[in-house]
Nanobody, 123 residues
Framework: QVQLAESGGGLVQAGGSLRLSCAAS????????MGWFRQAPGKEREFVAA????????RYSDSVKGRFTISRDNAKNTVYLQMNSLKSEDTAVYYC????????????????WGQGTQVTVSS
């Protein structure tokens, strides 16, 4: 079992930045791929970014590419999402997720989820 806890959300003006953190506990000695997803009111959960266990491979949705950066520190069992040049359409609850071995772009592939952190971007 892996427990995930997101932090770092909040209210920011358009053009601003936030850094989300996702702290993992439990069976963190196993290799896990990690992903960030988001869900806006009335919309389905969507893929944002993902990273391999080593951190050497990353993927981004087209909507955040060039603005967001995913990274991880396995010594701290933490994954980060640096969000720059935020837009009002980035407003959503952001979730981190984990799955064994490698990452996926599909939310259905993940076994473990955090509770989410709200990000609100005011225009």
């Amino acid at each position: 079992q892996v427990q995930l806890a997101e932090s770092g959300g909040g209210l920011v003006q358009a053009g601003g930045s936030l850094r989300l953190s996702c702290a993992a506990s439990g069976r963190t000695f196993s290799p896990y791929g990690m992903g960030w997803f988001r869900q806006a009111p009335g919309k389905e959960r969507e893929f944002v970014a993902a990273i391999s266990w080593s951190g050497g491979n990353t993927r981004y949705s087209d909507s955040v590419k060039g603005r967001f950066t995913i990274s991880r520190d396995n010594a701290k069992n933490t994954v980060y999402l640096q969000m720059n040049s935020l837009k009002s359409e980035d407003t959503a609850v952001y979730y981190c997720a984990a799955r064994p071995v490698t990452y996926s772009l599909s939310a259905y592939a993940y076994d473990y989820w955090g509770q989410g952190t709200q990000v609100t971007v005011s225009s």
